[in-house]
């Protein structure tokens, strides 16, 4: 059979494979991530169907992805609210970083995978998915919620220290030395703060050059200048991912609202084709010796993000209803724990057992976040009424 062809047909058992696991996967009320990596898994060296005829295609599809996830995350929030959440919400970021990125560290360090493992740890189990978060939280109605703005203020801090974060970490898997890591980091901070400027003043010229009436030729622009955007960031040695949220932040008002409708089933196919990629690039006999690893960082983050979102809302006076619902619509890691664990290890500098933990984590995450979200109203109905009374009771002892 023709090369061509074959190619064809695996790229169209991949396509129909990934449609039927994600209406599967919405049909039960989860995220489609954990299936579509165990459909790279499923169809990766040492799976069971291993697939060959369409690995250029497949790569270049996965960085198309990391494009748009963080360019149609740029385009959620204008430069206007990035800088209130930040103002507003910064102790909130810097505990949920103390709290989260610390047990992937940790793990990293005990496993022996050193210092650079230890960052590329960090960041996976840091940073939750948005994605995930805003999906559920739309589907059980509560994005006019009172603790749902302290969600979302969480949610912009960690996209703003993805975006310092990122050119870092590509630095140090660049093998820099600490001069140019305190180099990457001063450059990553200098530019987000231009662009976060540059984007209050003159955000709405950056629209004007993207924006068309004519669905085509705004669509091609759009994606045009994200991949240019990633394309030169990428090659200053800045992360293809951080260009294009810094473009999505850039562009506003209408166009960025047009940008994402029209972008968003690109995003979902090449996001997906992604998560695909990185199970693939996985052997699912790794997976088993650092799965009680990934089991046990899942339970330890999964009382950190809660916590986070209990302490942020209780801040601003939520009662323990609103902060429960908080800390568990947090819960949920995803896509982009797997474009760190994607980047490190392409870099071929970190143990090849992080590519199976962070799959093996990303897959327990993206189950138990959507999970913990619905059930935490009936448990926290069950369980704060008693610990209340139990308080009370100690206080009446002690008086």
């Not at 064809?8 to 579509?36: T, V």
């Not at 989260?100 to 560290?105: H, L, Y």
């Not at 950056?206 to 085509?216: A, G, L, N, Q």
């Not at 506003?252 to 695909?276: C, K, Y």
């Amino acid at each position: 059979m023709h090369e061509s062809a074959i190619a064809l047909i695996e790229l169209g058992a991949i396509f129909f494979g990934l449609g039927i696991l994600g209406r599967l996967a919405w049909k039960i009320g989860i995220s489609p991530i954990p299936f579509y990596l165990l459909g790279g898994l499923f169809f990766g060296s040492g799976g069971l169907v291993p697939l060959s005829g369409v690995t250029e295609f497949t790569d270049l599809a996965s960085e198309i992805g990391v494009v748009l996830l963080l360019l149609l995350l740029g385009l959620e929030y204008s430069a206007a609210e990035l800088v209130t959440g930040l103002r507003r919400s910064w102790l909130a970021g810097l505990v949920d970083i103390v709290l989260n990125a610390t047990p992937g560290a940790v793990v990293a360090l005990v496993l022996g995978w050193g210092p650079v493992g230890a960052l590329a740890m960090a960041g996976v189990t840091y940073i939750s998915s948005s994605g995930i978060v805003a999906k559920v939280l739309g589907e059980l109605g509560r994005l006019g919620n009172r603790e749902t703005p302290v969600v979302l203020s969480i949610l912009v801090l960690e996209d703003l220290a993805m975006a310092a974060y990122l050119p870092i970490l590509t630095a140090v898997l660049a093998g820099a030395t600490l001069l140019g890591g305190l180099t990457a980091i001063g450059v990553s901070l200098v530019v987000v703060t231009l662009v976060l400027l540059l984007a209050l003043r003159y955000g709405r010229y950056v629209s004007k050059i993207v924006d068309s009436k004519i669905p085509e030729v705004f669509l091609l622009r759009v994606l045009g200048a994200a991949l240019l955007v990633a394309g030169f960031a990428q090659e200053l040695q800045v992360s293809a991912a951080v260009g294009a949220f810094l473009l999505g932040i850039a562009i506003s008002g209408s166009t960025a609202q047009n940008a994402a409708r029209m972008l968003e089933p690109l995003r979902d196919l090449f996001a997906a084709m992604f998560f695909v990629v990185f199970g693939l690039n996985t052997v699912p006999s790794t997976i088993p010796p650092v799965l009680g690893a990934a089991v046990l960082l899942a339970l330890v983050t999964t009382v950190t993000k809660v916590g986070t979102g209990w302490w942020a809302a209780k801040r601003q006076g939520i009662g323990s209803m609103g902060r429960a619902r908080a800390g568990a619509a947090l819960v949920a890691r995803g896509e982009f724990s797997i474009v760190i664990a994607g980047l490190a290890v392409s870099a071929g500098v970190v143990d090849h057992r992080l590519a199976a933990l962070t799959t093996a984590y990303v897959l327990v995450m993206g189950i138990l976040g959507p999970v913990a979200a619905r059930v935490v109203e009936p448990v926290a109905r069950l369980t704060v009424p008693r610990l209340r009374a139990t308080r009370a009771q100690i206080r009446h002892q002690e008086t």
